[in-house]
């Protein structure tokens, strides 16, 4: 039985959102999509994120205040950011936070989100 660990999405642009959504549902995940943070609020306030990966820069709510937002709730919520600028960049924290400069290959996308979960999050039965 697989376990099916929970990454929540923020990001604003939508072919780029499907296409990690879909990549990584392929890889055994269960994703929620949004497009800003107070979507992204919302939705884990219903169902809890074992992984935020977030944009920095989106509209309504930006990437550096949805991260302040929801570790408000989850101290210790794991956080990768995706961005392609330069502007605030948190510093990354080892087993917390890990900031991917865009353009990233999925496979390291992949192995952080795998880093970042709890051992039993991350094993199979097969």
């Known amino acids: 039985m697989l376990n099916h660990p929970h990454l929540l999405i923020a990001e604003d642009k939508n072919l780029t959102a499907t296409a990690l959504a879909e990549f990584l549902e392929a890889e055994g995940y269960r994703v929620t999509l949004t497009q800003n943070g107070v ?10 994120a074992a992984i935020l990966l977030t944009d920095m820069r989106m509209p309504v709510m930006g990437g550096e205040a949805l991260i302040r937002m ?17 502007e605030y960049i948190p510093q990354e924290v080892p087993g917390r936070l890990i900031v991917l400069r865009k353009p990233y290959s999925l496979s ?4 952080h989100v795998r880093s970042l979960l709890p051992r039993r999050e991350t094993t199979t039965d097969r």
């Not at 390291?108 to 192995?111: A, D, G, R």
């Open 39 to 48: 979507q992204a609020l919302e939705v884990d306030e219903k169902d809890p």
């Open 70 to 86: 929801i570790r408000r709730r989850n101290a210790e919520l794991p956080v990768i950011i995706m961005t392609g600028y330069s």
């Open 108 to 111: 390291t996308l992949v192995h």
